[in-house]
């Protein structure tokens, strides 16, 4: 039944997207527009099958895709390795966007860069709670905005705290509401946001209701916060936010 929500809810938010990211183009708003979900949904869906079957009362709260990480495949804050090995999802092919930029090549789940932020969350999430499926009994990893945002001909990695306008407002709704309907289908109580955006976005939707909204610092190996005494300052600014082992 929950898979079921999940893909329900999830697909509204891919087909919305789709939607809204020709009208940020049109308004020249951003130059290029990758959708994880749509052409990587076969991805995301084996990723909502294996989380469905938990009963996590925590929301892990990401911002936007990475490149090379649920950009490549459709997973929040995805890595090769952690794909295949810890998820054990192999052999599904990933098609292309829309529109491909040629920095920007979609290789899905060949890609042979492992994302870092993806490989530091969940190897602490597998460190704290061991299998794949002791995690999702525990947290639900998901990202705000699912979309990849791109401009110039370098393809610059642009995130969505740095656009304006009334799409940019319609897109952002969309995600509010996304986020909503995850925390509900699995009756969460907890919502932690991954960096200041996503924790600020959180607070701006559970505002006056009994969800709390936490937060820890993003795992960017750009961020001197992630990467102070080696990494294990984060690790230990994540691990106390996140519920002890169900």
């Known amino acids: 039944m929950k898979f079921k929500k999940l893909t329900s809810a999830s697909s509204k938010l891919r087909d ?21 979900l749509n052409y990587a949904w076969d991805v995301h869906k084996e990723y909502l099958k294996i989380a469905s ?16 990480g649920m950009g ?19 052999g599904i092919k990933v098609k ?23 490989i530091r969350i969940w190897n ?8 794949r499926d002791s995690i999702f009994d525990n947290v639900f990893v998901v990202n705000h905005c699912p979309l990849m945002l791109f401009n110039g001909q370098r393809a610059t990695n642009i995130t ?6 009334m799409t940019v407002e319609k897109l952002l709704k969309a995600c509010d509401e996304h986020l909503k309907q995850v925390t509900k289908i699995f009756e969460a109580d907890t919502v932690v946001g991954i960096g200041k955006y996503a924790e600020k976005r959180a607070k701006s939707v559970f505002q006056d209701t009994q969800i709390s909204v936490k937060g820890c610092w993003h795992p960017s190996p750009a ?19 996140l519920p002890t082992n169900n």
């Open 72 to 90: 490549q495949m459709g997973i929040p804050f995805a890595a090769s390795s952690i794909v295949r090995d810890l998820f054990e999802i192999t």
């Open 53 to 68: 079957k938990g009963n996590p009362k925590c929301i892990l709260l990401g911002m936007n895709p990475g490149p090379h």
């Open 16 to 36: 919305k997207c789709d939607e809204l990211a020709s009208e940020l183009i049109f308004e020249n708003v951003i130059d290029y527009v990758y959708n994880p």
């Open 96 to 118: 292309q966007p829309s529109t491909l930029h040629p920095a920007r090549p979609v290789l899905g789940l060949e890609y042979p860069r492992d994302e870092i932020s993806g």
């Open 223 to 241: 961020s001197p916060l992630a990467n102070r005494n080696n990494g294990k300052d984060w690790q230990k600014n994540i691990t106390a936010v």
């Open 160 to 165: 969505p705290d740095k656009i304006r306008g």
């Open 124 to 131: 602490l999430l597998s460190g704290l709670y061991g299998t």
